[in-house]
């Protein structure tokens, strides 16, 4: 845990798949830090729109939800519902909605002692001046077959092929979106995991965050 007079915001960027999640939430832990997966507030704006039985095709009324969103405490066992992710795939390409919700996640790595945050564009768009930033990564294929292991451990069936095929376009979509596209922080640490299980990516980031720690 470190000192509560330190400000500490750390960014993880990466594809799907890629262990940030974990990453992040074992880093969190560590430092005692609070967690955000900015993902789910995409998901948690679509969630609140299908409950309230609203159209997902309003900006202005997507925004107007993702303004009042309360970020501490997202669910993310309800929120990884395949339901809500096509929705919030509907919403994310919304520019109103990627402000609204880029200005809360800013607000909630701003709060003392500062927070460890994943997503795609954190070290590029969303904290641009965290004092760490990672860009964690794994080959396409070593993805898949994560989700592909994790799907069939929760009971549910999946194609590896399909699977792959599906990350291969969701890359491809993120990296070539105009607005805040997928891509590592111009000074960001490169952890890939192709080949490192998450303890190992853990100690390669602890190292890397106690010595800017120690510099700073």
Known sequence: MIAQTVQLVIALDGPAA??????????????????????????ATA???????????????????ARGLELSGLDRAVLSAHKIGEAASKVAVMPKVRQALVEAQ???AAT????????????????????IKFYV???????????YQEIIGQGGTAELPEILAD???RDAR??????S????????????????????????ARTIIDKALAAG
Do not use: N, W
């Open 18 to 43: 890629a262990g940030k999640g974990t990453l992040s939430r074992k880093l969190a832990e560590h430092y005692g830090l609070r967690h955000l997966d900015t993902g789910l507030t995409y998901r």
């Open 47 to 65: 969630k609140a729109l299908i409950d309230r039985g609203l159209p997902l095709d309003d900006e202005d009324l997507a925004a107007g939800i």
């Open 106 to 108: 800013r607000e909630f």
């Open 112 to 131: 003392p002692p500062g927070a460890v945050l994943d997503g795609r564009d954190i070290g590029t768009v969303v904290c641009p001046d965290a004092l």
């Open 137 to 147: 990564t794994a080959s396409p294929e070593v993805r898949a077959k994560r989700r």
């Open 167 to 169: 990350l291969q376009k």
């Open 174 to 179: 993120d990296a070539g979106r105009a607005d």
């Open 181 to 204: 596209p997928l891509k590592p922080a111009a000074d960001a640490h490169m952890v890939d995991t192709t080949d490192q299980g998450i303890e190992e990516a853990f100690e390669t």
